[in-house]
C-alpha cells in the first residue's frame, strides 16, 4: 500500500485545554466532494439523468415514516424494524483492556466511539440498538465525564460500572444505569471466566428490567431528530480525493487501523496486532469519523478533560476514500454535525459508523494508505 499523508488546518491559538501543540505533515489535495443529489429531500429531485442509466428509486421513503413494519434507524440509517428502531438504544461503557477481550454485544452496536482514557487506554461507547437476544454484553467499566455527554447525544440509556470522581456530577445529565447504585445488582452480574474489574457484564432482559425499574422513558423524546443525516436508498457517497485503504488514527497503546475491503465496502477493524473480533466474528464499519478534539487533564491527576464543545477539524473515510471535515456541535447537549469541504453537513452512507476521538496533538501520529 502507499503510504498517504495528510494534513489538517490547525489554529494559530488553541483552547486552555489543548495539551501540546499539534504538528503539520505533508499535505494532500482534496478536491470538493459532489453533494449535490445528496442535498435534496424528494426522490424525484434526487433520480439525476446520467446520460446513460437512471438510477433505481430508493428501497425506503425519502421521509422517516414506517413501511411494513420497519422505519429508518437513528443510529445506521437502514430500515430497521419500528420495535428496535424506535427504542432507544444503550451507550454501553465496553473495556478494552486485552484481558477483557471479547467484548460481547459491540458486533451490534451502530455507532461506537473509541475514546482515549487515563493510561494510554482507550474505551468504547457502544451505542446497540439490537439487543433482544443478546445475554451477555460488555465488559462493563467505569464512566469517565465526557462519555455522559455522548450517550446524550443520541438519546440513549447510559450503561456503565462506576465512575469517575469528576465525572460523578455530569451523571445527572444523563439517563444512566450505575453498577454501583441500588440498580446495579438488577443491572449486572459477574462471569466466572473473567477477572474483577473486567468481568461485569450486563443482558438484555436485565437492560429492560432496569429501565423499567428506574422509571426512564423507552421511546425516544418527541424532539430527538436524530443525530446523522444518511445517504437515500442504494446511492453510495465516495469522496472525491485520495484513497484511504489502510488508516491509523495513532491510538499508542492498542494500535489500531482499519483496512477497507473492497468486496464487502466495508473497513475491518484491527488492534492489538489482528482482527479485531467481538464475540460474533469480525468487527466491520461502513463509516469510519476522526474527530480531533482539545484535551487536558484534571487538576494534576492523569484524567482527561476532553472537550467535546469546541469544534475542530476531523477525517471521514467510507467506500476506500476519505476527505477532511469539520464539526460543531449544537449547545452543552445537542449532537454533533460533521461538515465536507464544500461546507454543507455530510450524509453518512447507511450501516455501521465509528467514531476515533483524537486529541488535536496527535495529528502527526494519523497515516492514511492509498492502494
Not at 473486567?198 to 436485565?206: D, K, P, V
Request: net charge negative; charged share 25%; glycine share 10%.
Amino acid at each position: 500500500m502507499k503510504k498517504i499523508f495528510a494534513v489538517l488546518a490547525i489554529p494559530a491559538v488553541l483552547a486552555v485545554l489543548l495539551c501540546g501543540c499539534g504538528k503539520k505533515y505533508e499535505e494532500v489535495s482534496a478536491s470538493t466532494a459532489s453533494t449535490e443529489a445528496a442535498e435534496e429531500t424528494t426522490w424525484a429531485e434526487i433520480v439525476l439523468e446520467t446520460g446513460a442509466e437512471v438510477r433505481e428509486a430508493p428501497t425506503e421513503p425519502v421521509e422517516r415514516i414506517e413501511v411494513d413494519g420497519k422505519i429508518r434507524s437513528y443510529l445506521t440509517g437502514e430500515m430497521t424494524d419500528v420495535k428496535k428502531a424506535d427504542r432507544r438504544p444503550v451507550a454501553v461503557m465496553m473495556s478494552n483492556d486485552r484481558q477483557a477481550l471479547p467484548q460481547y454485544g459491540i458486533n451490534r452496536a451502530g455507532v461506537v466511539y473509541e475514546v482515549p482514557v487515563e493510561g494510554g487506554m482507550n474505551r468504547f461507547l457502544a451505542l446497540i440498538e439490537d439487543y433482544d437476544d443478546l445475554e451477555r454484553i460488555g465488559s462493563v467499566r467505569s464512566c469517565r465525564t465526557y462519555y455522559t455527554y455522548l450517550a446524550r447525544e443520541y438519546d440513549a440509556v447510559y450503561m456503565h460500572y462506576g465512575q469517575s470522581t469528576f465525572s460523578k456530577s455530569y451523571l445527572k445529565n444523563v439517563d444512566n444505569v450505575n453498577g454501583l447504585d441500588a440498580i446495579g445488582s438488577t443491572a449486572y452480574y459477574r462471569s466466572s471466566d473473567r477477572k474483577s474489574p473486567h468481568n461485569a457484564y450486563t443482558s438484555a432482559g436485565r437492560i429492560k428490567q432496569s429501565i423499567e425499574t428506574l422509571g426512564y422513558r423507552t421511546g425516544y423524546d418527541a424532539s430527538y431528530e436524530g443525530h446523522f443525516q444518511f445517504m437515500y436508498g442504494n446511492e453510495q457517497y465516495v469522496p472525491d480525493s485520495a484513497d484511504a485503504y489502510k488508516v491509523v488514527p495513532g491510538y499508542p497503546m492498542n494500535s489500531p487501523w482499519f483496512e477497507y475491503q473492497e468486496s464487502e465496502g466495508v473497513y475491518h477493524r484491527f488492534q492489538y496486532g489482528s482482527h479485531h473480533k467481538g464475540d460474533e466474528g469480525l468487527i466491520a464499519v461502513k463509516n469510519i469519523i476522526f474527530q480531533y478534539v482539545e484535551y487536558g487533564h484534571y487538576a494534576s491527576t492523569e484524567y482527561l478533560n476532553i472537550n467535546l464543545h469546541t469544534g475542530h477539524e476531523g477525517y471521514y473515510f467510507t467506500n476506500g476514500k476519505y476527505e477532511k471535515l469539520t464539526w460543531k456541535k449544537d449547545g452543552e447537549f445537542g449532537v454533533t454535525h460533521y461538515y465536507g469541504p464544500d461546507g454543507k453537513e455530510i450524509r453518512l452512507n447507511k450501516g455501521k459508523t465509528w467514531i476515533c476521538i483524537i486529541g488535536t496533538d496527535s495529528y502527526n501520529k494519523a497515516e492514511i494508505y492509498g492502494k
